[in-house]
T-cell receptor, first 116, second 115 residues
Framework: AQTVTQSQPEMSVQEAETVTLSCTYDTSESDYYLFWYKQPPSRQMILVIRQEAYKQQNATENRFSVNFQKAAKSFSLKISDSQLGDAAMYFCAYRSNYNAGNMLTFGGGTRLMVKP | EPEVTQTPSHQVTQMGQEVILRCVPISNHLYFYWYRQILGQKVEFLVSFYNNEISEKSEIFDDQFSVERPDGSNFTLKIRSTKLEDSAMYFC?????????????FGPGTRLTVT
């Protein structure tokens, strides 16, 4: 079974600064997807960014980018020019392409605080 | 923009009672999921559903749980006899197809409180 670990329970960043959230995962599979989801106080899960394991190029979405290190099984999220609205729980998630359900396996989350 | 909806937003029930949590997935989606999140803990997979049957389920999804797609739009999670430890946020999600790297869209969740 796959596991996802987020070693930082909490992080804080000054508004307009850059912050990196860490995620590592354990798998023996070669074909999978990785995701970062944001969960604001409203509790709804919002997809931030996705990475396909077979793509070497790191995904970017506006101020959000990832550093995907497949050999190291590491998938960190970088938020540039942090904004107050970025304050939320961030979950790293793994999705296998080998099981029928394609369900997500989540890490424990990192609470990001943004200081004005 | 289409979205997943869930009702009710908050359900309070007594231990031993049956509850049904409802979800309306995005209309052209084919894969449906239930996840739960106990307060302060990680989001956990419960079950996935495709083509009117369960495609995968976790150890949490025991005989007390069942899912159904009673019509063309709703997707329900039933807990037959609730326990205190079932108190959690329950999220429904849906996804378009398996052939493309499609994402799961989550609903806003139902907070279930078992007293």
């Amino acid at each position: 079974a796959q596991t996802v670990t987020q070693s930082q329970p909490e992080m804080s960043v000054q508004e307009a600064e850059t912050v990196t959230l860490s995620c590592t995962y354990d798998t023996s599979e070669s074909d999978y997807y990785l995701f970062w989801y944001k969960q604001p106080p409203s509790r709804q899960m919002i997809l931030v960014i996705r990475q396909e394991a077979y793509k070497q190029q790191n995904a970017t979405e506006n101020r959000f980018s990832v550093n995907f290190q497949k050999a190291a099984k590491s998938f960190s999220l970088k938020i540039s020019d942090s904004q107050l609205g970025d304050a939320a729980m961030y979950f790293c998630a793994y999705r296998s392409n080998y099981n029928a359900g394609n369900m997500l396996t989540f890490g424990g989350g990192t609470r990001l605080m943004v200081k004005p | 923009e289409p979205e997943v909806t869930q009702t009710p937003s908050h359900q309070v029930t007594q231990m031993g009672q049956e509850v049904i949590l409802r979800c309306v997935p995005i209309s052209n989606h084919l894969y449906f999921y239930w996840y739960r999140q106990i307060l302060g803990q990680k989001v956990e997979f419960l079950v996935s559903f495709y083509n009117n049957e369960i495609s995968e389920k976790s150890e949490i999804f025991d005989d007390q749980f069942s899912v159904e797609r009673p019509d063309g739009s709703n997707f329900t999670l039933k807990i037959r006899s609730t326990k205190l430890e079932d108190s959690a946020m329950y999220f429904c999600a849906s996804r378009a197809t398996s052939g493309t790297p499609s994402e799961q869209y989550f609903g806003p969740g139902t907070r279930l409180t078992v007293t």
